[in-house]
């Protein structure tokens, strides 16, 4: 995390215009190989997409990065480098925080950690998740699932005093 924060640009008003070109250029040039990232990951070349985001922090560091870049390594099986980028994604405030929060779950899902699967499913839900029915058949979730307790935590973190007025739905 330290390292995120030394390599985000802050602006200073005593910077020269040399070194305002010199970020603007760097931002460009982050633009670009994140841009490639991006589309590595939808053309599914996960692996690929990884090194390429990584390219891409060590230019310049965005909330955005973070998180695709746990996308990256969610999908290609590494959960805890994942769930620790989704936690820096979160610390560097990316905005959308229901779908960082569902996929911190199901990266605790996969790394078998229930109670902080279950967290993160109830953060995802009061800040807006309201897709219910996929809880039960999205394959990420399917160890907590297993869980003897998953229908009362499933009725407890769908039940909460944010979520909608009528709970059967």
């Given at each position: 995390?330290?390292?995120?924060?030394?390599?985000?640009?802050?602006?200073?008003?005593?910077?020269?215009?040399?070194?305002?070109?010199?970020?603007?250029?760097?931002?460009?040039?982050?633009?670009?190989v994140?841009?490639?990232?991006?589309?590595?990951?939808?053309?599914k070349?996960?692996?690929?997409?990884?090194?390429?985001?990584?390219?891409?922090?060590?230019?310049?560091?965005?909330?955005?990065?973070?998180?695709?870049?746990?996308?990256?390594?969610?999908?290609?099986?590494?959960?805890?480098?994942?769930?620790?980028?989704?936690?820096?994604?979160?610390?560097?405030?990316?905005?959308?925080?229901v779908?960082?929060?569902?996929?911190?779950?199901?990266?605790?899902?996969l790394?078998?950690?229930?109670?902080?699967?279950?967290?993160?499913?109830?953060?995802?839900?009061?800040?807006?998740?309201?897709?219910?029915?996929?809880?039960?058949?999205?394959s990420?979730?399917?160890?907590?699932?297993?869980?003897?307790?998953?229908?009362?935590i499933?009725?407890?973190?769908?039940?909460?005093?944010?979520?909608?007025?009528?709970?059967?739905?």
């Amino acid at each position: 995390l330290s390292y995120a924060f030394s390599k985000r640009v802050i602006e200073d008003e005593t910077a020269s215009i040399a070194d305002h070109n010199k970020l603007h250029n760097q931002i460009s040039l982050y633009r670009k190989v994140y841009n490639d990232a991006l589309g590595l990951y939808k053309a599914k070349k996960f692996l690929d997409s990884v090194g390429k985001f990584e390219e891409a922090m060590n230019i310049y560091i965005e909330a955005d990065t973070y998180y695709n870049y746990g996308k990256s390594l969610l999908s290609i099986g590494n959960f805890q480098d994942a769930i620790k980028a989704y936690e820096i994604a979160d610390v560097l405030d990316y905005d959308n925080k229901v779908n960082l929060y569902y996929n911190l779950a199901c990266a605790y899902s996969l790394s078998n950690e229930t109670e902080s699967s279950i967290k993160y499913l109830r953060l995802s839900i009061t800040r807006g998740f309201n897709l219910f029915k996929i809880l039960d058949h999205d394959s990420n979730l399917a160890y907590v699932r297993k869980n003897p307790r998953w229908k009362q935590i499933l009725v407890h973190i769908t039940s909460d005093k944010f979520l909608t007025k009528n709970p059967k739905e």
